[in-house]
């Protein structure tokens, strides 16, 4: 769903990201506990989104694109 958002609403995928990043430093500054987004952290989750997480989607379309074909 990640590369997904970030492949059609990358300004929405940037925002999510940046709201999940506040949230790890508020924890962090509020509380004096580490906090981090799928026990990695925002910005490594981010980054193998990017990476490879879209990557492996875009390659899961090519691959569905071969059975669209019309039959006349």
Known sequence: ???YLHQ???ETF???FQCIKDTE???LKEKGKVWKFKDQGADIIKGRVITTWRSILEME???MTIFDYKIE
């Open 14 to 16: 940037e925002y999510m």
């Open 8 to 10: 059609q609403e990358p």
């Open 1 to 3: 769903e990640m590369a």
């Open 61 to 63: 379309q090519n691959q």
């Open 25 to 27: 430093e508020r924890i």
